[in-house]
């Protein structure tokens, strides 16, 4: 999944950004309000991760905006108030959830995935395709009676491609949400992640659909 961290503090940020990509998460970030807002409506992010008090435009008038132009994207919004006020503010202007500086990082993780399985066909954390069960909560394979160890980014592959079993999934959609904005490495990478998958799934479980993409099978 491909999340967007909108927050100024910059040593807050990129932590953040670190702990989620070791999750598996493609994390963009950027520090100012209206950044976030050209950054989330042109991009395919699965989450936002929003401050309130931000240069440019503060994280109400972001969420605000985002929601008139009908942009549903889940925000979990973060902020250093406490008030019961703002919190309302925050969900009135259409927020999903919001934490209160300081947190703790497990709680934070715990609200993305929380907010990442209420969306769409992710609404359920155990997805099957055959053989084969994806657990995106707790991040287990299992094929069959056998659990399958995968790598963060082949994990991350393989969530998208089960999220949309049945479907045919463009390599350029799997790059969006697998690998942040600022990759610029060859895009072939994808073709090396699913030979990965593959090989540790069995070779028919991941379909080649000539000149459009990739469709999960079933085993």
Partial sequence: MRLLIVEDE????????????????????????LEGLHRAGSEPYDLVVLDIMLP??????????????????????LTAKDGEYDEAE???T????????????????ARVRALLRRRGRAASPVLTAGE?????????????????GLTAKEFA????????????????????HVWDFAYEGDPNIVEVYVSALRRKLGAGIIRTVRGAGYRLGER
């Fill in 10 to 33: 910059k040593r807050l940020a990129l932590s953040l950004a670190a702990g989620l990509r070791a999750e598996g998460f493609a994390v963009d970030v950027v520090h100012d309000g």
């Fill in 56 to 77: 440019g435009m503060n994280g109400y008038r972001v969420c605000g905006a985002l929601r008139a132009a009908g942009n549903d994207v889940p925000i979990l919004m």
């Fill in 90 to 92: 925050g969900l009135d």
């Fill in 94 to 109: 259409g927020a999903d959830d919001y934490l209160t500086k300081p947190f703790s990082y497990v709680v934070l993780l």
């Fill in 132 to 148: 084969l069960t994806v657990d995106t909560a707790a991040r287990r394979v299992r094929l069959g009676e056998e659990e399958v």
């Fill in 157 to 176: 592959v393989l969530e998208q491609l089960v999220t949309r079993r049945g479907e045919v999934v463009s390599k350029g959609e799997i790059l969006e």
